[in-house]
């Protein structure tokens, strides 16, 4: 369905675990961060994510709450346009995990809140884009709502993240 980035993510998804670096511990230990897809069908993995996600070797978590289309002084954006919200509440996804030293790399649960999946599936190439080039493929669920909390609202991103 979605061609070359589903062959992209597949790479990405192995079942092997991924290395995505050292973490310093407090007592000056460095410890690898490994993350282990788990599949125990493969259909998942065509769609772009994991049933689940191993991780060890881990000392941080990150619980990222749902981030949606709003500019930077919480006023609603591109209201009507699904890729346009879409886009916007990445950005605004990577800006937390940036501010906390991560970045889509780091994700390993994925929620996704829509007013209208059908239209999402029209431009889930916004978000398997992105996180098919973080080479990641996170545990997600998408859910379809009756509404966001602010009006004109499409789709909200909630996440957790790992280092």
């Known amino acids: 369905m979605f061609g070359r980035l589903i062959d992209a993510i597949r790479k990405t998804a192995a079942s092997e675990p991924i290395d995505v670096g050292q973490v310093d511990e407090p007592n000056g230990a460095n410890v690898a961060m490994e993350r282990t897809a788990v599949n125990p069908w493969a259909w998942s993995v065509e769609l772009g994510y994991n049933q689940g996600e191993l991780v060890t070797g881990h000392t941080r978590t990150l619980y990222v709450s749902g981030q949606a289309a709003m500019s930077g002084d919480g006023t609603p954006r591109h209201a009507g346009d699904m890729a346009a919200q879409l886009a916007l509440s990445l950005d605004n996804l990577e800006a937390v995990l940036g501010e906390a030293g991560m970045s889509l ?51 909200e991103l909630e996440g957790t993240a790992v280092a």
């Open 105 to 155: 790399a780091n994700l390993v649960r994925l929620n996704v809140c829509t007013t209208d999946v059908d239209l999402l599936f029209q431009h889930y190439g916004v978000l398997a884009g992105r996180l098919g080039a973080a080479g990641v493929a996170p545990s997600t669920t998408m859910l379809g709502v009756a509404r966001l909390a602010v009006p004109g609202l499409m789709v």
